[in-house]
């Protein structure tokens, strides 16, 4: 049997409706085929061909990104694409571009942070690509800590303009995606000061190239900030530097939704509230969510089409080797992450109606849930990417010696996601940010009922003192004992910290000391969400043959797998006896046996194009070895069977006269 027959067996093992699962997967049939229709358009269409990339150069590189964009555009214009479908046009090029940054940070920002005056102006020319913008935050001497930014916008009252001005080297705007060579205008973020006075940081919209021929205007010295991790990823992509001298702009490009500067030089916090800004960051921390979930489904895609191909060992009297996916080993590494997927693609969906409820209580003034709201999405953030960076990294080992090869796909998909732990929001100060939300809330108990996700810590004084009630194996298929075991370790590690903090001097000393077991806390917090999200979602209605009983086995993977990985948080905080984590990590076991029969069928519900996919191990046919030899062989190292440099460097070597007390 080859690999081809091996997939088409597998795929007739399937214990569940696949069409059916592609829907569940996509959040609705009107997902599905808006996502169905933009990826086989991007994959049947030449120009977006990705298998040349390997041996391009940077500049090649950064040309073809061009290239692929402007046709990009071409087809959005043709075919009078909608948002959501030009958004899914881009996903699946899969290229990072600076219209990842025009359509994900500059539009947004305009529409969040402008007048109605400025959105007027700026959002069409934005929208029509008749100006190109970047998000310009970071500098090269602070990212994380935005109050610690350098540049200056001084307002001078005689011209009604501001100088826009880097003080220091370290005040250099160094990172923002299409700065180098493309963006005409971008946001950048600097201290507001007038008349001496220092007001805050304010984004300020400033034009960095002349619309006539791109060259940079005066006093901006604009250029690329150098090659990044992996190869054909995001060195597609001109991350840039910028300086500005005294550069002038019109007090009319402040941002000023929040707070304005009169013509006086007054400065005016306007009544619309500062939270307003809460809607877009749920948006995009949704979007961070969703990400993570296709990055995750892709990898995961590959490693388990592969090792249901892969055979080593296990031979009797002759017959075929058994397959890597058999081995227990190898189910307990990939089929988590399986499951991961699937736990993160739910969390994105209920992040989209979080998005729809903190809309409608921003409109009726309503920001209590905002406290609660920031501290989840945050650690959304920090958990999916990190579990999805980490994972696609275990997928690329658990194929082996071939996984290290580019045209497995999965070194590039790894050097184009990580960086997703950094940007938004580095993963760790966003842990930071929730624990301060947990210190707060927990501290709070006796005055305040916590709410939404924070909830179950309004029962904090019992779940420190209920222990777990499982008996048997099968107990742990319970979602009820599984949240309460989530719950009740999470409490108690906020709780726990809290009751040390109350030791120390001050909270700030004792924020900082313990920030290490803090952050804990906080992804013990996330876990509860995860897990319960997925959890209510099985709740509803989910149509199919066999669907919904799959994807149950998937939650309690998902859950299970995370208790046996933190049992030690599990023991320590004296929730769970050993017995019981080992009566989880039986049923585990078992899971992953349900697990297998669908594994490919599951990895098939994620609907991927192997154009998307770029990926020779994660072929959907299966026919991996001929096509890894051909991919092999199209290196440009095998155009001659003598390569360039042989005769000038090797065969001297080979050929050098060497005296006989030498040998
Ligand atoms: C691919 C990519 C694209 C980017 N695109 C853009 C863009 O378009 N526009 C833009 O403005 N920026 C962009 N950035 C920059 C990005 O937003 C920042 O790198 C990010 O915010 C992290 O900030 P930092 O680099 O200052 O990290 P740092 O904050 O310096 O992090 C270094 C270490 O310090 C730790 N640390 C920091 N503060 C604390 C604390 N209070 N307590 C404990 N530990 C702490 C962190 O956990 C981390 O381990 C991009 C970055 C990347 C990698």
């Given at each position: 049997m080859e690999g081809v027959d091996y997939l088409r067996d597998e795929r007739s093992?399937?214990?569940?409706?696949v069409e059916t699962m592609k829907v569940a997967w996509a959040g609705s049939p009107e997902a599905f085929l808006v996502c169905d229709r933009m990826a086989k358009l991007v994959a049947n269409d030449p120009v977006f061909e990705k298998f040349s990339k390997p041996m391009l150069g940077r500049k090649e590189l950064f040309k073809n990104t061009l290239r692929k964009t402007a046709h990009a555009w071409k087809l959005v214009n043709d075919l009078h694409l909608t948002e959501e479908e030009a958004k899914w046009l881009r996903h699946y090029i899969d290229e990072p571009s600076y219209t990842d940054l025009q359509w994900e940070m500059f539009v947004p920002a305009l529409e969040g942070q402008g007048t109605e005056e400025q959105k007027k102006k700026w959002v069409p020319l934005a929208k029509t690509m008749q100006i190109i913008g970047t998000y310009a935050q970071t500098e090269l001497g602070h990212g994380s800590n935005v109050q610690g930014l350098e540049t200056t916008a001084t307002f001078d009252r005689q011209s009604d303009e501001f100088v826009i001005h880097s003080?220091?080297?370290?005040?250099s705007k160094w990172w923002p995606g299409g700065l180098a060579k493309v963006t005409t205008h971008a946001i950048v973020y600097a201290r507001l000061i007038i008349d001496g006075h220092f007001y805050g940081v304010h984004g300020f919209i400033v034009q960095l190239r002349s619309l006539e021929d791109h060259s940079p205007l005066p006093g901006i010295t604009l250029g690329d900030i150098g090659m990044k991790f992996g190869h054909g990823t995001y060195n597609t992509m001109d991350n840039g530097v910028a300086r500005f001298d005294r550069v002038r702009i019109p007090r009319d490009q402040m941002l000023m939704r929040v707070s304005q500067v009169t013509k006086e030089g007054k400065y005016m916090k306007s009544?619309?509230?500062?939270?307003?800004?809460y809607a877009t960051m749920v948006s995009v921390r949704q979007t961070i969510v969703s990400d993570a979930s296709k990055a995750l489904s892709r990898a995961v895609c590959i490693a388990t089409r592969y090792s249901a191909i892969r055979r080593q060992f296990g031979s009797r009297d002759g017959g075929p080797e058994t397959?890597?996916?058999?081995y227990k080993t190898q189910q307990s590494r990939l089929f988590p992450l399986v499951a991961s997927a699937f736990a993160f693609r739910f969390a994105s969906d209920w992040l989209k109606l979080l998005y729809t409820d903190v809309k409608q209580r921003l409109e009726v003034n309503d920001f209590s849930t905002l406290p609660e709201v920031h501290a989840c999405t945050a650690g959304f953030k920090s958990l999916t990417t990190a579990a999805t960076a980490e994972g696609i990294e275990e997928c690329r080992k658990l194929c082996g010696g071939h996984g290290y090869l580019i045209s497995s796909g999965l070194p590039e998909l790894f050097a184009f996601y990580v960086p997703a732990c950094t940007y938004e929001g580095e993963n760790v100060v966003m842990l930071l940010q929730v624990a301060r939300f947990l210190v707060k809330t927990v501290s709070d108990l006796g005055n305040k009922q916590p709410v939404g996700t924070a909830a179950y810590l309004g029962r904090a004084s019992l779940l420190v003192q209920k222990n777990c009630v499982v008996q048997t194996a099968e107990d742990w298929l319970n979602p009820i004992a599984i949240l309460e075991a989530f719950e009740a370790r999470a409490a108690r590690m906020a709780v726990g910290c809290c009751q040390r903090l109350?030791?120390?001097?001050s909270p700030e000393e004792g924020f900082a000391e313990l920030s290490s077991d803090l952050a804990e806390a906080s992804l013990a917090h996330c876990q509860v969400i995860v897990v319960s999200t997925f959890i209510r979602r099985l709740q509803q209605d989910i149509p199919g043959r066999g669907v919904k009983q799959a994807l149950e086995v998937l939650c309690n993977v998902y859950a299970l797998f995370l208790l046996h990985k933190h049992q030690g948080d599990f023991l320590a905080t004296g929730y769970l006896t050993p017995k019981q984590a080992s009566l989880a990590n039986d049923q585990l076991r078992t899971l992953y046996s349900k697990v297998r029969p669908n594994a490919i069928a599951l990895v098939d519900s994620f609907n991927h194009t192997d154009h998307y996919l770029s990926s020779v191990l994660g072929r959907y046919d299966g026919n991996v070895y001929p096509k890894l030899y051909e991919a092999a062989l199209k290196d440009p190292l095998n155009d001659s069977d003598i390569a360039d440099g042989i005769h000038q460097y090797v065969q001297p070597i080979l050929k050098q006269k060497l005296h006989s007390s030498k040998l």
């Open positions: 093992k399937a214990q569940f409706d003080p220091t080297l370290t005040s009544n619309v509230p500062r939270q307003l800004g397959q890597v996916l058999d109350a030791e120390f001097k």
